[in-house]
């Protein structure tokens, strides 16, 4: 028992460290795609051509959307540093961890359950709203090339925004919000494994009641001792 609690122990400490570096890599590309795009959200914003060469942007999307993505992404982020390194510390110094943390068992698993909810949102959120925003840029022109009309292959040497200011076409938003919409499904998945060890854990080593290792022998009173 002791060996399988140190494993699920480490799982649950590497799963932390994985979850809060790969948040970084949702908050930073959707803050600079606002950053680049004038403080405007493009998440379910809407494009369409004018001609073969320009674009116009009918709607941006809404500020919360990217919002929401970001606060959700930092605040995990934060969580995971504080728990993996509390989890690196009581690994190394702390003789009774199994006590220590088992008594917080039950509260791991709401957390993790709660934070799992919130991360698949912030995941469908990228997804979907850089989905509809790109709807826009694959509405190929008959009339032209194919390959200078999609969200993943545009040139923004050839496009610009019709009423927009020209730095728009140097901006990489395909890039950063493909990465952060990868970014967000891995940790949401690593939250789900984090939820899963917890579990496992609270199942397997008693829960609030704390570690088996750790109970109290249990002294039966013999006739001598009566």
Request: aromatic share 16%; proline share 4%.
């Amino acid at each position: 028992m002791s060996f399988l609690y140190d494993v699920l122990f480490l799982s649950q400490t590497a799963l932390y460290f994985a979850g809060g570096l790969t948040s970084l890599a949702i908050s930073i590309p959707v803050a600079l795609t606002k950053s680049e795009w004038n403080g405007q959200c493009i998440l379910y914003g809407t494009v369409e051509w004018l001609d073969s060469t320009t674009l116009i942007v009918n709607d941006y999307g809404s500020q919360s959307s990217c919002d929401f993505v970001i606060s959700v992404s930092v605040v995990y982020m934060f969580y995971c540093v504080v728990f993996g390194f509390t989890f690196v510390a009581l690994f190394l110094f702390h003789k009774h961890k199994q006590t220590w943390v088992s008594k917080g068992l039950l509260g791991y698993v709401i957390i993790h359950g709660f934070a799992s909810v919130l991360l698949f949102i912030g995941a469908c959120v990228v997804s979907v709203g850089f989905r509809d925003w790109c709807t826009g840029f694959d509405a190929v022109p008959t009339s032209n090339p194919p390959s200078l009309y999609s969200c993943s292959r545009l040139d923004p040497e050839k496009v610009h925004y019709f009423n927009q200011p020209d730095f728009l076409a140097d901006t990489a938003f395909y890039s950063h919000l493909s990465a952060a919409e990868t970014a967000s499904w891995v940790v949401f998945l690593a939250s789900a494994l984090l939820c899963g060890v917890s579990v496992l854990r609270w199942r397997k080593v008693g829960g609030e009641e704390g570690s088996p290792l750790e109970r109290e022998p249990i002294v039966v009173p013999t006739a001598e001792a009566i």
